[in-house]
C-alpha cells in the first residue's frame, strides 16, 4: 500500500499567491542585496502590539509559570471573559445580541474562512466575488468542490461575481443557483465597501434562495463611512442566513500573534441528508473541538486587553496612523492620473494599472524600477487582471518614500 496525494491538490493552479510573491521578493533580493525594498503587498503590520496588550500578555506568561495560577488546555472554543467582551463591545453597541456560545475564539480569520467549508457537502456550490481572497477558493478545491480549472482562470463549478471599476465594484447576484457565498467587507482586495442597503439586499437573496452568507469582516475596525455597516447581523434577518468572521491581525497588529473569532448563530441552518433543517452551531463546535485547542491562555488575555479604554484608545491611534498612510497613497496615486479604489474605510488600495499593462508586469516594473511590492491584482482572480493592490500597513516615511519613486516611474 503507498500513500497517494489527495487529487484536488493537482486542481490548485499555482503557489498560494502570497507565498508566491514572496518568492519573487527573496530571488529579487539575492540579486539586488542592496535595494532598499518597501513592502505594500501582503496586508501584514507594522505597529507593534499596544502598550496596554504587552502588559496584559506578560502578565499571562507569568501566570502560565506559576503553579497557583497555570492553566492546561483551556475551553476549544475560547475563554468566557474575551468572548463576553467581543459580546458586549462588538455587538451590543450595533444593537445584535448574541449568546456565548454562538462565538468561537480561534487564530484567524484565515483559518476559520478556510476550515468552515468542511461543514458542508461536496455537491455545494460556491459563489466568490471575483477578485477575492484566494482562501475562500483554494480551500474548496482543496475539498473537492470547484471542478476543474478552466484556461480563463475560473474554476468549472464556482460561480464567480465580478467587482470591477465597470460595476462600481458592486457585484450582482448570482444568477445560478447557489448554496454558500463568500463576501468580505470592506474588500480584500479592492478595499471597496457595500452600505447597508446594498449589503440587504445579499441578506434578501440568501432568504429568497436558501443560501448561506459566509461574511470576511476582518476589516470593519477601518470603516469610517457612516451608512457602511459593521456587522452583516445589523441588517434584518442576517442572524437566519449568515455566519461572521472577526480578527485582531489588522486591527491590533496581531499577524504574528494569530487571534480571531467567528459567530455562528443558533438560527442558521443547513440541511442534512435526510433532508432536515440542521443547526451549524453544534456543528462548528463539534469540529473545533475535535481539529482545535484553543488559542493559547496569554494570546486570548492580550486580546481582552485590546476592549479596556486604554487598549481601545491605542488601537484607535494605530488604526488612524495606518488611515493617513491610505489616504497618502490615494492622494499621490490619483496625482499621477491613476485610476484609484478603495483606501477610505479601509487598508487596501485597489489601484488600476495604466495603459493597460497587465498586473504582473505592472508588479515587476514596481519592484524592478521603484523597489516597490505591491500585489497583482490578477492574484486575486481573473476579474483583478489589470490591477495592482497597495497596502497602507508600512511606516509613514516608507509609505511616502514609496510615493515619491513610484512619482518618477514613466508609464
Ligand atoms: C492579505 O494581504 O490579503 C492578507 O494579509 C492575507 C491574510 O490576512 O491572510
Known amino acids: 500500500m503507498v500513500a497517494t496525494v489527495n487529487e484536488n491538490f493537482d486542481l490548485i493552479q499555482n503557489n498560494y499567491l502570497f507565498v508566491e510573491i514572496a518568492r519573487r521578493v527573496d530571488e529579487f533580493q539575492k540579486q539586488n542585496p542592496d535595494v532598499d525594498l518597501i513592502k505594500m503587498g501582503i496586508g501584514d503590520v507594522t505597529r507593534p502590539l499596544s502598550k496596554t496588550v504587552v502588559k496584559a500578555f506578560k502578565d499571562a506568561v507569568d501566570e502560565m509559570g506559576n503553579a497557583d495560577t497555570f492553566r492546561g488546555y483551556g475551553p476549544e472554543q475560547g475563554y468566557d471573559f474575551l468572548i463576553e467582551k467581543i459580546i458586549e463591545n462588538d455587538y451590543e453597541p450595533l444593537g445584535v445580541e448574541l449568546k456565548n456560545s454562538e462565538v468561537f475564539i480561534s487564530d484567524g480569520a484565515k483559518c476559520d474562512t478556510g476550515n468552515f467549508q468542511e461543514l458542508f457537502s461536496q455537491d ?55 448554496d454558500i457565498i463568500y463576501l468580505c467587507y470592506p474588500n480584500n482586495p479592492t478595499g471597496t465597501t457595500l452600505t447597508y442597503d446594498q449589503l440587504k439586499q445579499w441578506v434578501d437573496y440568501a432568504k429568497e434562495n436558501d443560501a448561506l452568507i459566509l461574511f470576511d469582516a476582518a476589516y470593519e475596525a477601518f470603516i469610517k463611512s457612516d ?133 504582473w508586469e505592472f508588479f515587476d516594473i514596481l519592484l524592478n524600477d521603484a523597489n516597490v511590492v505591491s500585489t497583482p491584482g490578477a492574484g486575486f482572480g481573473p476579474s483583478g487582471e489589470g490591477y495592482i493592490r497597495l497596502t497602507a500597513f508600512n ?14 516611474l514613466e508609464f
Open 395 to 408: 511606516t509613514y516615511e516608507k509609505t511616502k518614500e514609496a510615493m515619491e519613486r513610484i512619482a518618477q
Open 227 to 359: 451608512d457602511v455597516p459593521h456587522s452583516i447581523y445589523e441588517i434584518e434577518g442576517a442572524k437566519d442566513v449568515a455566519i461572521e468572521f472577526k480578527s485582531y491581525s489588522k486591527v491590533a497588529g496581531f499577524t504574528g500573534t494569530r487571534c480571531a473569532y467567528c459567530v455562528v448563530p443558533e438560527e442558521v441552518t443547513i440541511k442534512n441528508s435526510k433532508g432536515e433543517d440542521v443547526q451549524l452551531t453544534p456543528l462548528w463546535n463539534r469540529r473545533q473541538s475535535t481539529k482545535f485547542n484553543g488559542v493559547s491562555y496569554p494570546v486570548q488575555k492580550a486580546a481582552e486587553a485590546i476592549y479596556t479604554p486604554e487598549g481601545k484608545k491605542e488601537i484607535q491611534e494605530d488604526l488612524d496612523y495606518y488611515v493617513k498612510n491610505a489616504q497618502l497613497i490615494r492622494q499621490s496615486l490619483e496625482d499621477l492620473g491613476l485610476d484609484v479604489y478603495g483606501g477610505v474605510d479601509s487598508p487596501y488600495i485597489w489601484v488600476k494599472t495604466p495603459n493597460g499593462i497587465d498586473s
Open 124 to 178: 455545494n456550490i460556491i459563489a466568490v466575488t471575483d477578485p477575492v481572497y484566494p482562501v475562500y477558493v483554494d480551500s474548496n478545491v482543496m475539498a473537492g468542490r470547484s471542478g476543474k480549472p478552466q484556461e480563463d482562470g475560473f474554476y468549472e463549478n464556482i460561480v464567480y461575481l465580478p467587482a470591477t471599476a465597470e460595476n462600481d465594484f458592486i457585484p450582482e447576484l448570482p444568477k445560478e443557483d447557489v
